[in-house]
């Protein structure tokens, strides 16, 4: 029984990888967009007395926001 071993590196292959890469950054910026405007609603949405109980105000909603990170 042969084996047969292929090493080469296919033509444009980095570029697909480039390619690959910026649609990932691409995602994850967006998806990082949406999860911090999903925070930010969610938190708005909330009474001053549930974000007291939070131990938020509203006026730091944004700060949250912006503090957060996956």
Same mark, same amino acid.
């Given at each position: 029984?042969a084996?047969y *071993?292929n %090493? /080469?590196?296919?033509? #444009?292959?980095? &570029?697909? #990888? =480039?390619? @690959?890469?910026? &649609?990932h @950054?691409?995602?994850? &910026?967006?998806?990082t967009?949406?999860d911090?405007r999903? %925070? /930010?609603?969610?938190l708005?949405?909330?009474s $001053?007395? *549930?974000? *007291? $109980?939070? #131990?938020l =105000?509203? =006026?730091v909603?944004?700060d949250?926001? @912006?503090?957060?990170?996956?």
């Amino acid at each position: 029984m042969a084996a047969y *071993e292929n %090493t /080469r590196v296919l033509a #444009g292959s980095q &570029a697909f #990888g =480039s390619l @690959s890469n910026f &649609a990932h @950054s691409i995602t994850s &910026a967006f998806a990082t967009w949406n999860d911090k405007r999903t %925070t /930010r609603n969610s938190l708005s949405k909330l009474s $001053d007395r *549930e974000l *007291e $109980d939070i #131990g938020l =105000s509203r =006026s730091v909603i944004e700060d949250v926001v @912006s503090r957060h990170t996956l």
